[in-house]
């Protein structure tokens, strides 16, 4: 997180607790489980496009990167993250659209 980014949260955490009677550890707690569900929030929509764009399995790929990988583990999506994924599928709809055009035309 940037730097001024992190202190205009300290601050604002700082105010809220003033004005509402929390303390800041209450409000860190909150923050705290904002970002936490955020996070699990971008995983699960990493691997929903992981899984459509045909990424591997963890399970499947035991010999080389993950050998205790299971069912739960999901694809492996290497140095992808939500946004790289939902421009690769936003590319993969295109090239499909335009596919699907000239089948079209061609009829």
Request: aromatic share 6%; with cysteine; hydrophobic share 35%.
């Amino acid at each position: 997180m940037n730097r001024n980014l992190m202190n205009e949260l300290t601050e604002g955490i700082e105010v809220l607790s003033k004005r509402r009677n929390i303390t800041i550890e209450e409000l860190r707690d909150i923050l705290t489980a904002i970002v936490n569900r955020q996070q699990e929030e971008l995983k699960e929509i990493e691997q929903i496009l992981g899984k459509v764009l045909g990424y591997p399995f963890c399970k499947t790929e035991q010999k080389n990167y993950f050998p205790d990988g299971s069912e739960s583990d999901g694809v492996c999506i290497g140095d992808n993250n939500a946004v790289s994924l939902a421009n690769e599928a936003a590319k993969r709809i295109e090239y499909l659209e335009d596919e699907w055009m000239e089948h079209i035309s061609l009829n």
